[in-house]
């Protein structure tokens, strides 16, 4: 294709996108949509729906009689099925997009020295303990507001109780068992 050419064709394609936009301006300028007052046709015997009112969270079950039966050999799997994606879990592995998770039950919230946390865990004080953990990965969005972690949580308390007992076995002393009331 010679200059001409190009040149007739480029601006065959922009007078076409400059009248497509133009269409739709003066469209939506010479029609005003208005809704009427009642519908037009009523449908007798239908009710009507009422907004649901958003369900109360319940309490998560205690996590020492979970942990009493809980599989770390699961809760490795588990892990390796939701968690390595973005979490490592040897001793002193790097962060990845998560931090390392080595020793993290019995640590303190922003264990990682070398990871940027979010404000919400950095003000989260203390150690990890399991009932906090529990919370944690039931939903960490309900945890800690404002946290980076996009993960929505895992609700099996089962499969949670597997999980913390698999992280509790990332530790060169693991942090005792709370009791199994």
Not at 51 to 56: D, E
Not at 145 to 159: A, L, P
């Amino acid at each position: 294709m010679d200059s001409i050419e190009v040149t007739k064709v480029s601006t065959a394609v922009l007078v076409a996108g400059i009248a497509y936009f133009l269409t739709g301006l003066i469209g939506a300028n010479l029609i005003h949509p208005e809704r009427p007052a009642k519908p037009a046709i009523e449908i007798k015997g239908g009710e009507t729906e009422t907004a649901a009112a958003p369900a109360a969270e319940t309490a998560l079950a205690p996590i020492g009689p979970l942990l009493a039966s809980a599989d770390p050999a699961v809760g490795g799997a588990t892990f390796k099925k939701l968690c390595t994606a973005c979490h490592t879990a040897n001793e002193g592995g790097k962060a990845g997009i998560g931090p390392n998770l080595y020793g993290v039950v019995g640590g303190p919230h922003a264990h990682a020295e070398s990871f940027n946390y979010s404000a919400g865990l950095k003000a989260k004080t203390g150690p990890w303990t399991y009932d906090e953990l529990n919370e944690w990965l039931h939903k960490p969005s309900s945890y800690v507001q404002g946290t980076r972690m996009t993960f929505v949580g895992i609700s099996n308390d089962k499969s949670r109780a597997d999980v913390i007992a698999y992280l509790r076995s990332l530790s060169a002393t693991p942090v005792p068992l709370p009791p199994a009331k």
